[in-house]
């Protein structure tokens, strides 16, 4: 098969790009989640691959950078980080 880096290689569905808030700086904890409300193990991070709430930018957001960036999202990643939440 030949690799297509829009499938998801976990659920092996179809992903969307979507845009997602680029964050600037150092964030002190990566697998926070926002929504969730808590951080995350790397267990569970696992489950979804293709899910993202945010994007680091790097150190120093400069004039004229976009706030979002597009990623791809898989529909079965966003509905294993669903049942995370709950
Ligand atoms: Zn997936």
């Known amino acids: 098969m030949i690799y297509d880096a829009s ?3 976990l659920h092996g569905e179809r992903m ?3 845009p997602v808030p680029i964050t600037w700086g150092h964030p002190t904890d990566w697998n926070y989640h926002p929504s969730a409300g808590r ?3 790397e267990d569970e991070l696992a489950r979804f691959p293709h899910y993202l709430e945010r ?3 790097g150190c120093v957001k400069f004039r004229g950078m976009s706030d ?3 990623v791809y999202i898989c ?3 966003v509905s294993a980080f669903q049942r995370l939440r709950k």
């Open 7 to 9: 499938i998801c290689e």
């Open 16 to 18: 969307t790009r979507f």
């Open 39 to 41: 951080t995350l193990s």
């Open 55 to 57: 994007v680091n930018g």
């Open 68 to 70: 979002t960036a597009d």
């Open 75 to 77: 529909p079965a990643c």
